[in-house]
């Protein structure tokens, strides 16, 4: 089905429920495949387009046009402790990075990208599942830049290893920088830069070499660093220019960002 491809005042259906912050690009357009979307009563296809007339049910149950609408882009910033999962719920009742966030009035946070149990630092959530879909997908490079304390000693080799690129489980997997950032014996620390954000790469280019990691912080994510007066456990919002940037580096070149009341 095609729902009024080509007019001039439709939009794209799964990028119209990403940014309303329904979820993630990715999940929607899986939805979409699964058949579970509908527009006036058919069954949806990825590509096509809708008006403010339509009307759009998931799992048969109506979504709200105004809930749809392009709406302000927020981006809040949590320093996650380590001990807390990147999910929404856990099976075993651990605590989780929504745990700790403010509720939000139209759509809901998404996390871009996650962090593992054992690793703090910097996580972003945006309202809007476009922009997380873009910040977290692998074309658009962008760096995340990671402090790391490592256990016994870095041969230069291991490092030239880890810039060219190691093969590991799921394909070639490389740091874009390594910094020395100092410290001797248990107490070494590194930076190291990634364009990509696959499941524990960090930890794993390192165990490649017969290092362990026994801390792991993510410092910045693109543009935005995690500011040293940010305490763990503590959330954020983004500043309008902050927003934009890194809209910016995500390829979208016309957002409404800034602060909105939670």
Not at 135 to 152: D, K, N
């Amino acid at each position: 089905m095609n729902v009024k491809r080509g007019t001039s005042s439709s939009e794209r259906l799964h990028k119209v429920l990403a940014r309303a912050g329904i979820a993630s690009l990715r999940q929607v357009e899986a939805w979409i495949k699964a058949g579970r979307v509908q527009v006036n009563g058919k069954v949806a296809t990825v590509g096509d387009r809708i008006a403010t007339s339509d009307r759009i049910t998931l799992d048969g149950q109506p979504v709200s046009f105004k809930t749809s609408l392009p709406a302000r882009t927020r981006l809040l910033a949590y320093h996650k402790p380590a001990g807390e999962i990147t999910t929404r719920s856990d099976p075993d009742g651990r605590r989780t990075v929504f745990d700790s966030l403010p509720g939000i009035r139209k759509g809901k946070w998404i996390a871009v990208g996650r962090l593992d149990l054992n690793t703090s630092g910097l996580l972003l959530f945006t309202n809007n599942g476009e922009l997380a879909n873009r910040l977290m997908h692998p074309s658009a490079e962008v760096e995340r830049e990671y402090a790391v304390r490592v256990l016994g000693n870095v041969s230069a080799n291991a490092i030239r290893n880890m810039l060219k690129g190691v093969v590991l489980e799921d394909g070639l997997g490389r740091f874009a920088q390594v910094v020395d950032a100092g410290g001797t014996g248990t107490n070494h620390w590194y930076h190291v830069v990634l364009k990509e954000g696959r499941n524990r790469e960090v930890r794993r280019l390192w165990e490649s070499q017969g290092t362990k990691v026994s801390r792991l912080i993510r410092v910045r994510f693109g543009s935005y660093s995690l500011p040293r007066r940010r305490r763990q456990g503590q959330f954020w919002e983004l500043t309008g220019k902050e927003v934009d940037a890194l809209c910016r580096e995500a390829g979208m070149k016309s957002v409404k960002s800034g602060k909105s009341k939670v």
